[in-house]
């Protein structure tokens, strides 16, 4: 039987099961049940000449060859893609935040430090809008200040993150409102070294990178490792920013002793990020004198829910020594929840994690002073 699809208008999609107005109002625009007059039929070519297959053109039966004029990647406009994760985005619920870090705790100024292993963070990988939606809101959210990272490919992969952070386009970025947008990065990528730091350099705290070096080269052959010395209003802090390599039983005790010798320097002294197989030698890192381990062994270990989609055992943590312990508000946490968006792959599924190592935080007060 024959329908005269004249008879109705493109609204009455909505009357179809599973079609509400947030889906129709994505795919509207390029929907009609109209002719298109100004439709100028072309006589039937031969297959050899047809061009807008899929993205390319055959030119004089030569091989094919993808043309940029058509604007046409696999079939689907650029501004169909974006109408897609704008979808994708909505269904991928954020975590609810319980609470809004306003830069204090108990009424004295603070700032929270993180470290994250953002899991081989590549060019390609950041370009996706998924992965730059959920690192950027991971951020916002927590109310990190400065944030070390860990196996980051190129400083060009922090600045994308950074120009999203300052100049939102993302609307899930654009939305939340405690942004000071004045964002920073620094990296290191010297000798393969895949670490970096982003810092708020205009957030409620006053933040200035002083400098960023090479970690100690006596560390070298079980960590990588970069340096940043950081001043924080008046306060001047170093942060060690490390990636564990695997180690082999003998180098255990030297490994020790050469954060032994970090921890006793008489400056506000931290050393965080991916501590890799020694968190399965836990004592080499709790044995340690004038130190302390900030997160509970028992809060990093094995954890899997539907919100994440991945187990793994956290190995980050922070190692403070005496001086800077005394700035410490007792807040910390690891963050699972609202690692994934619906436009990241999971294998041949939607809904992957952005990185599949969870962040961690540390709060300290701004000045020592304060928590006395």
């Keep these: 039987m024959l329908i005269n699809v004249l008879l109705f208008q493109v609204d009455d999609l909505r009357k179809v099961k599973n079609i509400d107005y947030i889906r129709l109002d994505n ?22 000449s047809c061009n807008g297959t899929n993205g390319y053109s055959r030119m004089n039966g030569g091989p094919f060859k993808y043309s940029s004029t058509n604007g046409i990647m696999n079939g689907m406009p650029a501004s169909a893609s974006a109408d897609i994760f704008e979808l994708l985005s909505i269904y991928s619920t954020r ?11 108990n009424e004295k100024p603070a700032i929270r430090i993180a470290s994250w292993n953002l899991d081989d963070f590549s060019i390609e990988k950041v370009s996706n809008f998924g992965v730059k939606e959920v690192v950027c809101r991971t951020l916002l959210e927590n ?8 196996n980051v490919e190129c400083d060009v992969c922090l600045k994308m993150i950074c ?19 004045h964002w920073k990065f620094e990296t290191y990528t010297l000798l393969g070294t895949k670490l970096g730091f982003i810092y708020d350099a205009r957030g409620a705290n006053n933040i200035k990178l002083i400098s960023a070096e090479k970690g100690p080269p006596e560390l070298d052959f079980f960590c990588e490792s970069i340096l940043a010395n950081f ?9 060690l920013n490390v990636i564990v390599k695997y180690q082999h039983q003998s180098n255990l005790q030297e490994v020790q002793y050469h954060f032994q010798k970090l921890m006793n320097f008489d ?3 931290s050393i965080c990020g991916d ?9 080499i890192l709790t044995d340690l004198e004038n130190s302390k381990l900030v997160l509970p062994v028992n809060l990093l270990k094995h954890h899997s829910n539907s919100t994440t989609n991945f187990a793994k055992q956290c190995t980050s943590n922070f190692l403070l020594n005496t001086k800077f312990q005394k700035y410490l508000t007792g807040m910390h946490g690891i963050v699972r929840q609202g690692l ?8 041949w599924r939607w809904g992957g994690p952005a990185s599949s190592y969870s962040p961690i935080w540390v709060e300290f007060f701004v000045n020592s002073e304060l928590n006395m």
């Design 231 to 239: 001043e924080i209003e008046n306060t001047k802090v170093q942060i």
């Design 27 to 48: 795919f509207i625009r390029y929907l009609t049940v109209q002719d298109d007059e100004n439709d100028i039929s072309e006589p039937e070519q031969e297959h050899d």
């Design 143 to 150: 109310g990190w200040s400065i944030v070390a990272v860990q």
């Design 267 to 269: 400056t506000n002294y």
């Design 340 to 347: 994934t968006h619906l436009a990241i792959p999971l294998g």
């Design 95 to 105: 975590p609810i935040v319980n609470e809004i870090f306003k830069y204090s705790r």
């Design 163 to 181: 120009d999203e952070l300052n100049k939102p386009k993302l609307h899930r970025v654009q939305e939340w409102k405690n942004n000071s947008r």
């Design 275 to 283: 501590f890799g197989e020694l968190m399965n030698k836990i004592e």
